[in-house]
């Protein structure tokens, strides 16, 4: 077995892995001391007109609005996710068939 490819295989992610440095903080660790809370956010503090609550109703035809618009995006992304099988992916699987078949007419052809 030849030596060379594999440590090459394990020698480039690991000179990725160290060239990238420190890995981020994690978010369970609490933010420095001297920076007070609402600097360490990076969302700007809302404003007083939005802090107001909406009226009771509104919530509802905001719901039945979003929805509405959002219908046609969440049928075809339903649509998308459904298995089907195209001509493409025939046309793909048949290239494949001849082409092993090429490969191995040319080495049988050889001997």
């Not at 035809?61 to 049928?75: G, H, N, S, T, V």
């Not at 092993?100 to 040319?106: P, R």
Request: proline share 12%.
């Amino acid at each position: 077995m030849n030596v060379r490819p594999l440590f090459l295989f394990w020698l480039v992610p690991a000179l990725l892995l160290w060239s990238a440095g420190p890995a981020p903080a994690q978010s369970g660790q609490a933010p420095d001391a001297e920076t007070p809370p609402s600097q360490s956010m990076a969302a700007p503090e809302p404003s007083s007109a939005a802090s107001t609550p909406l009226p009771a109703g509104i919530d509802k035809a905001l719901e039945k609005a979003l929805d509405k618009k959002l219908a046609p995006i969440m049928r075809t992304l339903a649509e998308m996710q459904e298995p089907k099988i195209r001509l493409t992916d025939v046309l793909g699987g048949l290239g494949y068939i001849f082409g092993l078949a090429g490969v191995a007419a040319y080495f049988k052809q050889k001997r």
